[in-house]
Nanobody
Framework: QVQLVESGGGLVQAGGSLRLSCAAS????????MGWFRQAPGKERVRVAL????????YYAESVKGRFTISRDNAKNTMYLQMNSLKPEDTAVYYC?????????????????WGQGTQVTVSS
């Protein structure tokens, strides 16, 4: 069983930066691929960035490529999302999620564990 808690969301002006953290409980954190997803009002939840168990393989949605960086520190049981050059269209609730395998999946339904979400609001 893995429990996930996000933090680091908030209100920022366009062009600004935020760093989200996802703290995980459970001894098997380092074995699981993880990801960040987001859901804007009235829209479906979509993947933002994914990372494999070791951090050696990552994926980014086209909309965030070059601006966001996903990373993890398995010694601290924590995953991060550094978000730079934020745009108003990045406004959403951001969720961290974990699979039960070492490689990431592009499908949200492959992620068994989810955090409660953290709000990111980017003003223009």
């Amino acid at each position: 069983q893995v429990q996930l808690v996000e933090s680091g969301g908030g209100l920022v002006q366009a062009g600004g930066s935020l760093r989200l953290s996802c703290a995980a409980s459970g001894r098997t954190f380092s074995s699981y691929a993880m990801g960040w997803f987001r859901q804007a009002p009235g829209k479906e939840r979509v993947r933002v960035a994914l990372i494999n168990w070791s951090g050696g393989s990552t994926y980014y949605a086209e909309s965030v490529k070059g601006r966001f960086t996903i990373s993890r520190d398995n010694a601290k049981n924590t995953m991060y999302l550094q978000m730079n050059s934020l745009k108003p269209e990045d406004t959403a609730v951001y969720y961290c999620a974990a699979t039960n395998s070492g490689g990431y999946s592009y499908r949200a339904d492959a992620y068994l564990y989810w955090g409660q979400g953290t709000q990111v609001t980017v003003s223009s």
